[in-house]
């Protein structure tokens, strides 16, 4: 044998072994109650480590699993940096002590931040492939992920898009035949067929299949997956069959739904029993010469164990750091210059913002359902873009909301500004574990390390006599959520110049715009220039006055305008407060107007309760109590689904009528 291969061969059994012994202490610490929660990937060590093996680092991504600690060894992360991640340590470069053990993330390597959502990292993986085809770069991406995790649908829709795009992207598939105690036979309906056989027809994809408890056959199936992935450009999609030897995880016992004689017989197939046997065998090492290794790395484990128990401990202030970018790029805030006399509408307002950024920045990628030429956009918002700047820039996706967000995941965690368009709010629910558990999470999740810049667009709104499933009001779901701006304009010039700050900041933003706006007069506004940008947290003062003050946004500006113009012909002075953003929320306003006013109400379409101006009323009473000559009130739409038939709708959602009462109410108070 050649003495390259016995090198490789040994220095794989090295890190395996590393892997197991280490799998063991963690147990042992967590008995100990010094660590409280682990992983084991204890028989899944053969095919991680064969495909580290070729991993490069400065060009190649991964996003490996949490059972991939074989994986993390055999490309560069040591057993130091992995206890101190186990133990929840300052120093530890995965989280800094804010995610669980096993959720690998690190910069230096290429190792993307990982989450516990179950699949989540396929359509990620995916997009970090789309960005290294899109740039012309050298790269591979390895995805892990266990066999339950392909009864998620986006494991389907992540490997859809990889074969639609042809992406460098190696989908390894480590079954053991187990999703916690359910058997792979039983979690799907397709009978006498394997994974693979799911996707025989996609010919753009390679589907190949190991023995993941023989090391020698997993290198010799990873060697073709990598070389095909990088020189190719196409995915590849691995199925290993491996063992699971240990419990689901330290929370789990498997005695319980597993026979004795089948946890008996996977002991068998240990891959480093079955690697050690043919080392000895072909006499590359003696077993004296195992009992060595074995105790070095013993050793060593022990050692890193003792460093990292007495590292220190992260500040417990450094928990709130991080949500967002703590040094955001400097924009240059100031009044517009207009381009003409004439006046545009919302919609093409948003429409030149997005031409004019793609214009300024290569970086920037626009895509969603419809968005290319001749359609443009079910509403015309991307009208023209695919045509002045090709289909590799301007693109339909499929209709499948979760892989429109998580691949602009993937493309922004490398450097690409992705600006998504959901169709209609009411169906960006599907994407919702995208957004609240991946999209929202990364920079805090990853200790400010792996950003992921996504802005998502979406109409929303009713009063065009849309139905339940085209006239939502979904803002309150997402000001929930820490992490993510959210943008509501009510007008052409701040549409314009809120999406142009959007495109330019380095965290996520949600862009809701009001259906009802695109076209309406009411909202159309000289257009500012291509610089003119609009901070976000600073609230519009539509209107001052001094008798009461009207917080509100979107569509219901225009009917509390309309509303107000009842009592300032009575010679009252009403001050309406446009918040422009939800998050952040410029309180800074409502406090100065309130404060002069001392009577306050809130108005927006969604329904009142837990509609977003609880939170502002929550607000104003903790803050602006001694300031109030009058309880605060609410306006809001009826608590039930938004109705087709015009006369039932126009029940439902805020009337005139509703406002003039409170506004009444208040003023005699």
């Known amino acids: 044998m050649e003495t390259e291969l016995k090198d490789i061969y040994l220095k794989a059994f090295r890190t395996m072994l590393t892997s197991r012994l280490f799998d063991k202490k963690a147990m042992k610490l967590i008995k100990q109650g010094k660590s409280f929660f682990f992983i084991s990937g204890a028989g899944h060590e053969a095919p991680q480590v064969a495909f580290g093996m070729f991993y490069n680092s400065k060009n ?12 993390n060894l055999s490309v560069g992360v040591t057993p130091y940096d992995l206890f101190l991640s186990l133990l929840g340590k300052k120093d530890d ?21 990982q989450s516990s959502s179950t699949g989540m990292q396929y359509l990620q993986a995916v997009g970090v492939a789309h960005s290294i085809k899109f740039k012309g770069d050298k790269g591979v991406v390895y995805v892990s992920g266990g066999e339950g995790s392909t009864s998620e649908g986006e494991f389907f829709e992540a490997v859809n898009w990889a074969s639609r795009e042809k992406v460098p992207v ?57 070389k095909h992935a990088l020189e190719v450009g196409e995915p590849v999609i691995v199925e ?58 013993e050793d060593e484990i022990d050692e890193a164990a003792e460093k ?44 030149h913002a997005l031409k004019e950024e793609l214009d300024k920045n290569s970086s920037v990628l626009v895509f969603g359902e419809d968005v290319e030429d001749d359609k443009g956009g079910v509403f015309t918002a991307t009208k023209g873009l695919s045509t002045k700047f090709g289909t590799n820039r301007v693109f ?13 995941i993937g493309m922004a965690l490398n450097g690409l500004k992705p600006v998504v368009e959901i169709q209609f709010g009411d169906y960006i629910w599907t994407a919702y574990m995208q957004i609240r558990n991946e999209l929202s999470t990364f920079r805090y999740r990853s200790n400010n390390h792996w950003p992921s810049p996504v802005v998502i667009r979406t109409p929303v709104g009713g009063y065009i006599h849309g139905g339940l499933c085209h006239s939502q009001n979904i803002e309150a779901f997402f000001t929930h959520i820490p992490g993510i701006y959210i943008v509501y304009p009510s007008n052409a010039e701040d549409a314009k110049g809120l999406l142009k700050t959007a495109i330019r900041l380095n965290d996520p933003v949600l862009f809701l715009e009001h259906k009802g706006l695109y076209r309406n007069a009411l909202a159309s506004t000289l257009e500012p220039d291509d610089e003119y940008l609009i901070p976000f947290g600073k609230a519009k003062i539509v209107k001052e006055g001094s008798d009461l003050t009207i917080i509100t946004y979107g569509l219901m500006v225009y009917e509390v ?21 939800l998050v952040p929320l410029d309180f800074d306003a409502i406090e100065k107007s309130i404060k002069k006013t001392n009577k306050v109400l809130i108005i927006h379409e969604d329904t009142l309760f837990s509609g977003f101006g609880g939170e502002i009323s929550a607000q104003i009473s903790e803050k602006l109590f001694e300031n109030l000559d009058a309880p605060v009130l609410r306006v809001g739409a009826k608590d039930t689904p938004i109705p087709y038939a015009p006369n039932l709708e126009n029940f439902i959602l805020p009337s005139r ?10 003023l005699k108070y």
């Open 60 to 71: 190649d991504f991964a996003f490996p699993y949490y059972r991939d600690i074989a994986f």
């Open 93 to 113: 470069y995965f989280s800094g002590g804010r995610q669980l053990p096993t959720h690998y993330g690190a910069k230096h390597l290429n190792i993307v931040s």
């Open 170 to 226: 190696v989908f390894v598939i480590e079954n053991n035949n187990y999703a916690i105690s359910v058997p792979f036979e039983k979690q799907g309906g397709a009978k006498n067929v394997g994974l693979l056989d799911h996707f025989a027809g996609y010919e753009n994809l390679l589907k190949l299949k190991c023995d993941g408890t023989d090391f020698i056959e997993s290198l010799q199936v990873m060697e073709v997956a990598y």
């Open 240 to 297: 290993a069959n491996v063992v699971r030897l240990e419990s689901h995880s330290s929370s789990d016992d498997q005695r319980k739904y597993r026979p004795i004689e089948e946890l008996y017989e996977q002991q068998e197939k240990d891959p480093i029993k079955i690697l050690q046997e043919y080392l000895e065998h072909c006499e590359i090492v003696t077993h004296e010469e195992i009992q060595k290794i074995y105790n070095q790395i």
């Open 308 to 351: 990292a128990l007495i590292a220190l401990d992260p500040e417990p202030e450094s928990a709130i750091k991080y949500v967002f970018d703590e040094n955001p790029p400097k924009l240059n805030f100031r009044e517009p210059k207009y381009l003409s006399e004439n006046k545009i509408v919302m919609v093409d307002a948003i429409n």
């Open 396 to 408: 339909n996706s499929p209709l499948a909301e979760a892989s429109i967000v998580g691949t602009a």
């Open 561 to 581: 305008i309309k509303a107000a113009e009842k009592f300032i012909n009575q010679g009252f002075t009403i001050e309406i407060i446009d918040l422009r953003t």
């Open 657 to 666: 009528k509703d406002i003039e009462t409170k506004i009444e109410y208040l």
